[in-house]
């Protein structure tokens, strides 16, 4: 499960394939896709493929130090050896309050849903969140 996951954070980071700024609807807007095979078979894991998307925008809220953050992205994971398909789907939401150049402070809220075709999962939602500081030297 955690492979799978690195190998798509892995391709969103590299950017292989497709990044398109979209403006017209948040300054800060990203779009991604990407198919993933291996270039050799792994053993046990013949015929692996992945295929992910992603859209995330980031919207500054008029002239106040307050930044509204959102994201949502998918990967289905195919391999010969599994009985059915591997989906993980994360979604989720932020805000920065700048306090000055160098420092914000920040919050965020996510889910990840695991499902796993053919097996009942007791645990298949993770919620996060977060709040920290950021300070740039």
């Given amino acids: 499960y955690n492979f799978f996951l690195y190998l798509y954070s ?5 950017e292989s ?18 198919q993933a095979e291996p270039t050799d078979d792994i053993k046990g894991f013949e015929g692996l ?3 992910a998307w ?5 919207y500054k809220v008029g002239n106040t130090p307050w930044v509204v953050k959102a994201q949502y992205q998918t990967a289905e994971t ?3 050896a599994f009985d059915g398909d591997i989906t ?10 700048n306090l000055n150049k160098q420092t914000r ?9 695991l499902d796993i075709t053919g097996v009942d999962l007791e645990e298949d939602n993770k919620t996060v969140f977060g709040l920290g500081m950021e300070y740039n030297f």
Avoid at 17 to 34: I, T
Avoid at 88 to 97: A, F, L, N, P, R
């Fill in 49 to 51: 493929e992945e295929k």
């Fill in 88 to 97: 993980i789907d994360q979604y989720g939401i932020g805000v920065d309050y």
């Fill in 54 to 58: 992603l859209i995330s925008s980031t």
């Fill in 105 to 113: 402070l920040y919050g965020l809220l996510a889910q990840q849903k």
């Fill in 17 to 34: 394939l497709f990044n398109v700024k979209v403006k017209k609807m948040c300054p800060k807007s990203v779009v991604f896709y990407q």
């Fill in 78 to 80: 195919t391999a010969d």
């Fill in 10 to 14: 892995l391709g969103v980071a590299i």
